[in-house]
């Protein structure tokens, strides 16, 4: 339970992982969230699963990550999924989608 808290809301400073902890990162995926959102804790939820680990971005203690996410995407709302691929940016908004996309990625990192 502390792993997957830890997992959700990040690591906390002097506090080690457990060494069976070895989630795959997926490189080119920024997440862009907020703790008390509870639709970012459901797309956090789907990350811990499938034990998987993405950039992470708090949309009010990041540098510099509201303005991101505005110029970028549009809009300042959050869940937000970036996803860089191929030198383009996607951003995906709904946690229904992006917890989605995040299935489908998990299921191609097992193959």
Not at 18 to 27: C, G
Not at 52 to 67: E, F, Q
Not at 87 to 105: F, M, P, Q, T
């Amino acid at each position: 339970m502390i792993n997957m808290l830890r997992r959700l809301f990040g690591n906390q400073p002097g506090v080690p992982r457990s060494a069976d902890s070895k989630p795959v990162y997926l490189y080119g995926l920024t997440l862009y969230y907020l703790p008390s959102c509870p639709f970012c804790a459901k797309v956090q939820w789907a990350l811990v699963k499938h034990d998987l680990a993405v950039t992470k971005k708090h949309l009010m203690t990041s540098a510099g990550a509201r303005d991101e996410l505005i110029h970028g995407g549009g809009k300042p709302t959050v869940p937000c999924l970036r996803i860089q691929r191929n030198g383009e940016d996607r951003w995906l908004y709904e946690s229904d989608d992006i917890v989605a996309y995040l299935n489908k990625e998990a299921q191609d990192a097992a193959r």
